[in-house]
């Protein structure tokens, strides 16, 4: 008889059930990892309220992608890892032969494999996600922190593509968690100062103790109005948009300098659109980006600045429940914006 496990499964929008089922049989280079922590993630919150696209997630499915443990067992042909190891994998493996990954655009590649899965007591990594994307978590590392890699690492992705550079200002919309990591490494990448705009009062106290210059609560002050007076008018060498709203991704627009960089990072509801002033793009020669998820190297070197404490995560845990109160976590998130991070505990 199968050795059974609880796991949180999401079979359509607000869905989500605590069941009992088989843990995973593990094959030839594959690994089972017994979960420590899985944290919740605004990609989870979206897919919870409103679905996610199909092809990436097939329902019912095991919920949860940011996640850290033990390993238990390991299948044949494996050297690394060993049984007891502590380690957290990517929700992604490049297939490394397509025609985007031939260009080094492994985020893009068009025979992903995606990992989901994390909120359940044990999770399968298989045998082509532990070659291009596990890593060893450090023994004074918190299973919590090295959850939030996978968010970190598609930060490190947007915040490369930005080019924020020495003396830069910049402007971020979203003081959430990815906002706030946005924040970290604005900094660390040499940013002079840096505006964030929120309607939530405690997130954007976060803020100021994690750096930031100014905080703009966008329920009492236009925060296009802040960042012109924090930047003398100009506008900002670079804005972030975090949120992942038409309104917001527009709102971006009318916060950059000339010559400035938009990345819009927060991904939006399908199907939906923005407008984009040609004389902006023209006469003003902003330059907009976009940003999906991160490549393998991504996640390496953001559990790296985890681990060295060069950016701080611990702020971004607000609430810690069981995987039986998986249910209530997100109902929580879905009504208070206080809250930021969920850490799951099975």
């Given amino acids: 008889m199968s050795k059974k496990m609880k796991a949180a499964l999401l079979y359509g929008v607000k869905n989500l059930k605590v069941e009992s089922v088989d843990v995973p049989d593990v094959r030839v280079g594959e690994v089972l990892v017994k979960v420590r922590a899985a944290t919740t993630c605004g990609t989870d919150l979206k897919i919870y309220q409103r679905g996610y696209v199909s092809g990436v997630i097939q329902l019912p499915t095991i919920f949860g992608h940011e996640w850290a443990g033990d390993v238990v067992e390991v299948g044949e042909g494996i050297s690394w890892p060993q049984k007891g190891m502590r380690v957290r994998a990517g929700n992604s493996a490049p297939c490394l032969r397509c025609g985007m990954c031939q260009k080094g655009l492994y985020n893009l590649c068009e025979d992903m494999m995606w990992l989901w899965g994390a909120y359940a007591e044990y999770i399968k990594v298989p045998a082509h996600m532990v070659t291009v994307n596990m890593q060893e978590v450090p023994s004074h590392l918190s299973y919590e922190a090295a959850a939030?890699?996978?968010?970190l690492a598609c930060v490190l992705h947007g915040i490369e593509k930005a080019h924020i550079t020495l003396g830069d200002t910049v402007a971020i919309i979203g003081a959430g968690p990815i906002g706030l990591l946005h924040l970290q490494l604005a900094?660390?990448?040499?940013?002079?100062?840096?505006?964030?705009?929120?309607?939530v009062d405690k997130r954007l106290q976060v803020a100021?103790?994690?750096?930031?210059?100014?905080?703009?609560?966008a329920k009492s002050e236009d925060p296009?109005?802040?960042?012109?007076?924090?930047?003398?008018?100009?506008?900002?060498d670079v804005v972030i948009e975090a949120i992942g709203l038409p309104a917001t991704w527009e709102q971006?627009?009318?916060?950059?300098?000339?010559?400035?960089?938009v990345l819009e990072f927060g991904g939006c509801p399908p199907k939906t659109e923005i407008k984009v002033s040609t004389e902006l793009l023209h006469y003003g020669q902003v330059t907009i980006f976009g940003a999906f998820h991160a490549i393998p190297l991504h996640f390496?070197?953001?559990l790296n600045l985890i681990a060295s404490r060069v950016i701080n995560?611990?702020?971004?845990?607000?609430?810690?429940?069981?995987?039986?109160?998986?249910n209530e976590a997100f109902g929580i998130l879905t009504t208070s914006k206080n809250d930021l991070k969920v850490a799951v505990l099975p």
């Fill in 300 to 302: 390496k070197r953001a």
């Fill in 208 to 217: 100021k103790e994690l750096g930031a210059d100014k905080t703009v609560n």
């Fill in 252 to 261: 971006a627009l009318k916060m950059v300098r000339k010559g400035g960089r």
């Fill in 224 to 236: 296009v109005k802040g960042v012109a007076e924090f930047t003398d008018g100009y506008g900002a």
């Fill in 187 to 199: 900094k660390k990448m040499g940013a002079r100062k840096v505006a964030i705009s929120d309607f």
């Fill in 313 to 326: 995560v611990r702020p971004l845990v607000t609430r810690k429940a069981k995987l039986e109160e998986i």
């Fill in 148 to 151: 939030i890699t996978e968010p």
